[in-house]
């Protein structure tokens, strides 16, 4: 099975700031994607991430609030910005080779 | 997209064999059917997936009805570590049908 890595694994900011979620896989990848989970809830998916073009969001997402990078076949950075303290979640990276696999996710609260 | 409904929780003891129940009533031809578990405090994980026929692997089997309206996920001898949220999750074969959406799951306890 693939390994995929997030950094932090956890922060705890101000609002206001923006922390930015880096993202490696150990095997070159084209599909990534960003999710969210909100306490006590479901993943939500926050945006698709594929190597070589812009990443594409989900309804009630925009780039201003969660840019994404993705500039190789093996990283992708989740910016959250200008957070609140609705932005207190739990981050998770995901990458599809012919299964897709998710990362041990970035749990954040904002205060 | 289509949707799939689970129970919202299930009990097990140790060691018996458990049947998760998902449906899917408006599953199209070319939808996939996965199941993927979320252990406390970690990412999902990939369970099994299948299309027609019964699949099994080393951690699960995958039992499809013929009309693909609904499936069954079997843990053959649950054990404490299989206690997880389970989600059954219905992804078809290109562009936005090929997202991985995620329902609220079911909740799967073990005693002991």
């Known amino acids: 099975s693939a390994v995929i890595s997030q950094k932090p694994s956890r922060d705890i900011c101000q609002r206001g700031t923006s922390l930015t979620i880096q993202c490696q896989v150990d095997?070159?990848?084209?599909?990534m994607f960003w999710y969210r989970q909100q306490p006590g809830q479901s993943l939500t998916l926050i945006a698709t991430?594929?190597?070589?073009?812009?990443?594409?969001?989900e309804s009630g997402f925009v780039i201003d609030k969660f840019p994404i990078s993705r500039p190789n076949l093996t990283f992708s950075t989740l910016t959250v910005s200008n957070m609140s303290p609705e932005d207190s979640s739990i981050y998770l990276c995901?990458?599809?080779?012919?299964?897709?696999?998710f990362g041990p996710g970035t749990r954040l609260l904002v205060l | 997209d289509a949707k799939t409904t689970q129970p919202n929780s299930m009990e097990s003891n140790e060691e018996e064999p458990v049947h998760l129940p998902c449906n899917h009533s408006?599953?199209?031809?070319?939808?996939?059917i996965h199941w993927y578990r979320q252990l406390p405090s970690q990412g999902p994980e990939y369970v099994i997936h299948?299309?027609?026929s019964n699949v099994n692997n080393r951690m699960a089997s995958l039992a499809i009805a013929e009309d693909r309206k609904s499936s069954t996920l079997i843990l053959h001898r649950a054990t404490l570590r299989d206690a997880a949220v389970y989600y059954c999750?219905?992804?078809?074969?290109?562009?936005?049908?090929?997202?991985?959406?995620f329902g609220k799951g079911i909740t799967l306890s073990v005693r002991p």
């Open positions: 995901s990458a599809r080779w012919e299964t897709q696999y």
């Open positions: 095997s070159q990848v084209t599909m």
């Open positions: 991430a594929n190597q070589g073009s812009e990443a594409t969001y």
């Open positions: 408006t599953i199209s031809g070319t939808d996939y």
């Open positions: 299948g299309l027609t």
């Open positions: 999750i219905l992804r078809g074969t290109g562009g936005a049908n090929s997202k991985l959406t």
